[in-house]
T-cell receptor, first 113, second 113 residues
Framework: EPEVTQTPSHQVTQMGQEVILRCVPI?????FYWYRQILGQKVEFLVS????????KSEIFDDQFSVERPDGSNFTLKIRSTKLEDSAMYFC???????????FGDGTRLSIL | QKEVEQNSGPLSVPEGAIASLNCTYS??????FFWYRQYSGKSPELIMF????GDKEDGRFTAQLNKASQYVSLLIRDSQPSDSATYLC?????????????FGSGTQLTVLP
């Protein structure tokens, strides 16, 4: 069964450094998303992406965050200058046409030191 | 502020029993409702989705939706120890093109052998 893949599984970064999280969505999906989950808290929406542009973003997704689809398969989340509070699990998800449900990748655990 | 509320539990049921998980949501215009299962340290895994009032069955799982009461539930029949996990209720925004999911905090289910 097709799945969303994310790399790396764990990223440790010094505060203030840039980090790029990578995702390969399911191949025939059109909508891509990033969510995050701080330890012990809810899954929170960050951003959705369709037709090579951001379609929605939350208050969390400020100027420090950006997303890109650099080629036909990858979807990336960049955090320019990481803060301690960016430490979380980051999940990529994708969905197909219409209102098909979102399928999540295994996540990247981001630890900011 | 769109809210999705779940009883955090923990909910314990004996093996073979029916587990009943409940969720309420604040956005009356919400159209799509999802149940995800999340094992500790893992990503959300789609279990069921429901769009129309009534019941939807898939194997041992039944989702129930009552839009008038803004209530959605998940029943797990013949519960197994492997069903022990946190169950996340997620709701898609009512805004026309919006696809972001708002998650509840999850109900932790333990199935006792």
């Amino acid at each position: 069964e097709p799945e969303v893949t994310q790399t790396p599984s764990h990223q440790v970064t010094q505060m203030g450094q840039e980090v790029i999280l990578r995702c390969v969505p399911i191949s025939n999906h059109l909508y891509f998303y990033w969510y995050r989950q701080i330890l012990g808290q809810k899954v929170e929406f960050l951003v959705s992406f369709y037709n090579n542009e951001i379609s929605e973003k939350s208050e969390i997704f400020d100027d420090q965050f950006s997303v890109e689809r650099p080629d036909g398969s990858n979807f990336t989340l960049k955090i320019r200058s990481t803060k301690l509070e960016d430490s979380a699990m980051y999940f990529c998800a994708s969905s197909g046409q219409g209102y098909q449900p979102q399928h999540f990748g295994d996540g990247t655990r981001l630890s900011i030191l | 502020q769109k809210e999705v509320e779940q009883n955090s539990g923990p909910l314990s049921v004996p093996e073979g029993a029916i587990a009943s998980l409940n969720c309420t949501y604040s956005d009356r215009g919400s159209q799509s409702f999802f149940w995800y299962r999340q094992y500790s340290g893992k990503s959300p895994e789609l279990i069921m989705f429901i769009y129309s009032n009534g019941d939807k069955e898939d194997g041992r799982f039944t989702a129930q939706l009552n839009k008038a009461s803004q209530y959605v539930s998940l029943l797990i029949r013949d519960s197994q120890p492997s069903d022990s996990a946190t169950y996340l209720c997620a709701v898609k925004s009512s805004s026309g093109s919006a696809r972001q999911l708002t998650f509840g905090s999850g109900t932790q289910l333990t199935v006792l052998p």
